[in-house]
């Protein structure tokens, strides 16, 4: 369905906007603000320029997942019909592996961090103070767990702890079920059961705030590229590649030197997106077997490096602070560059060995959940 040369890039796409959100909150961490830089010199004005694109990447994998399972999956239901509770145990099965034991060690560091590495106060304090936590840690109340459990984050809770990435994980697991129940009904305008899925999904989009919905408009681009892609569409590498480009360093500039509201932010992530999908429709060359095989194992673990990597950034600035005298939120110095690297390897390595207990068995929990009777089905 999907070539090699696509594949790859896919590939490439995921791990690289992983490391791009990564390291825009490593920075953040160690050296704070740009304007908290006592005598910034070219050189950290352009480090600080190329490891600020953290929002941009986030935009990146809503279009990335549009593609990959609304287009694909729309593709296979428009020729074999709908399979929702399989759709469903697949997305359960791919996410849920990940973000439970991601939410459960995420409060585990805070909890140890709190406890142990806190003189710097790093973590903040519960709000109201005395209220009942988990980790001693702001919003790790059996409330807040629970709501990030069942994806209600951004609606009625905040992200747990320190793991704030977990905004987007609710955003786009609705995504998920709503294109589920609107994507079968119009699958299957016919049968009686398409308006039981359509009403349904109406009632969930009607739960949903403005700004989720909002932003489904950038996972639908992807969607739509899928469609394009499947349709013969194509675009030539020497104007897609030079107008994401220019569209990247036009939009961090603007971002810099304007405050965007609600409505040009949207406009400026649909205009990133769209320039994206332009990318998806290039006929993209396979990569050598071994670059191949490199962005294969970098892709693969992405997801665990995307909903890991902040508790550990946090743990790590403590445990320097409160052991080493290594402070953070520095001005750009040696030591500082040095403790990047230190904690970028940290963290890949810890996210690694998280996919490996955790998220690379997704399709195990996939395969027991579709052993149900109700299930079972068509492929997913």
Not at 115 to 125: G, K
Request: positive net charge.
């Amino acid at each position: 369905m999907i070539d090699k040369g696509l594949s790859d890039f896919l590939n490439l796409a995921r791990w690289l906007a992983a490391l791009c959100v990564m390291v825009s909150h490593l920075r953040d961490r160690l050296f704070g603000a740009y304007g908290e830089l006592s005598d910034p010199n070219p050189l950290w004005t352009a480090f600080y320029f190329v490891t600020g694109y953290g929002h941009e990447a986030v935009v990146v994998f809503f279009v990335i997942s549009g593609f990959l399972v609304g287009g694909i999956t729309w593709q296979r239901w428009s020729t074999q019909g709908p399979d929702v509770p399989r759709y469903m145990a697949a997305r359960f099965a791919r996410v849920y592996t990940v973000v439970v034991p991601a939410i459960a060690l995420g409060l585990m560091l805070d909890l140890l961090g709190a406890r142990f590495f806190n003189a710097s106060t790093i973590y903040p304090p519960p709000e109201p103070f005395g209220v009942e936590t988990l980790a001693n840690v702001r919003n790790t109340d059996w409330i807040t767990v629970l709501g990030n459990v069942f994806m209600l984050q951004e609606i009625v809770v905040e992200t747990p702890g320190t793991n704030g990435v977990l905004w987007s994980m609710s955003y786009e697991w609705w995504y998920y079920v709503l294109f589920g129940l609107l994507g079968a009904a119009a699958a299957m305008p016919r049968q009686r059961s398409a308006l039981g899925y359509g009403v349904l999904g109406l009632a969930v989009a009607a739960f949903l705030p403005p700004g989720i919905l909002m932003m489904g408009l950038l996972w639908m681009i992807g969607v739509g590229a899928c469609q394009a892609y499947r349709a013969g569409w194509r675009v030539p590498a020497l104007l897609a590649l030079p107008a994401f480009g220019a569209v990247l360093v036009v939009l961090r500039v603007l971002t810099i030197k304007h405050d965007f509201g609600l409505s040009l932010d949207l406009v400026k992530k649909l205009t990133l997106s769209l320039s994206f999908a332009a990318l998806l429709l290039v006929n993209w060359r396979p990569s050598g077997t071994r670059i191949s095989h490199l962005h294969k194992v970098l892709a693969d673990s992405s997801f665990s490096l995307y909903m890991t990597h902040s508790p550990m950034i946090v743990f790590l600035a403590a445990v320097a602070n409160d052991t080493f005298g290594l402070q953070y939120h520095r001005s750009g110095d040696a030591v500082g560059l040095l403790l990047f690297v230190l904690f970028t390897a940290v963290v890949y390595a810890y996210s690694f060995v998280f996919w490996r207990l955790f998220e690379r068995h997704h399709g195990k929990v996939f395969k027991w959940l579709t052993s149900w009777p109700r299930v079972a089905g068509k492929p997913a």
